[in-house]
């Protein structure tokens, strides 16, 4: 059996403009204080301060640049991991029902509590909804949801298709 491997990342502008614009306006205070020994408003912070203050926007960016999200379907099973948060192991044989809809915007990250179930997604509206024998639920959020129905009509593995 071929392995289906897709990895997703944040690339969505909207998501990284607020903490690059807090990080740069850091960065500009920081240069301009430290630097350039030009005091940032009334009361300035000491430069100590600044530089802990610069800690949050850069941890920010760094974890969002490390997010992924990653679908790799094997012979036995369907892993998918959002790094760093969770990890999911869904072994095929206890599959009961795939389906291809498209869906509601339901956020970012993995949620839970939804009415898809659990929800693995990074962006995009197009997802792969699996059921369980045990009748949990997960939906998968894909970008390449025509090379997952052909990696399943290779494999067998039979499907429902929604998308409108």
Known sequence: MKVFHELQ??????IWIVPICVFLIWLTAFTA?????IEIGTKPATNMELTLIG??????LI?????????????????ISLFPFCTQEIKLNDISNVDFIKYDFVG?????????????NLKGNLGCHI???????????????????NHF???KISYNFQIK
């Not at 990342?9 to 909207?14: D, E, F, G, M, P």
């Not at 204080?33 to 020994?37: A, E, G, H, I, T």
């Not at 059921?131 to 129905?149: D, N």
């Open 33 to 37: 204080q430290v630097f350039l020994d």
């Open 153 to 155: 009509n290779e494999n």
């Open 108 to 120: 970012f990250g993995c949620r839970f509590g939804t009415k898809y179930g659990v929800v693995y």
């Open 63 to 79: 974890l969002l640049s490390q997010v992924r999200l990653t679908t790799v379907i094997n012979s036995e099973m369907i892993k």
């Open 131 to 149: 059921t369980t024998k045990q009748g949990k639920r997960f939906l998968l959020g894909t970008q390449k949801v025509e090379a997952l129905k």
């Open 9 to 14: 990342k944040i690339t969505q502008w909207y």
């Open 55 to 60: 800690i949050l926007p850069t941890l920010i």
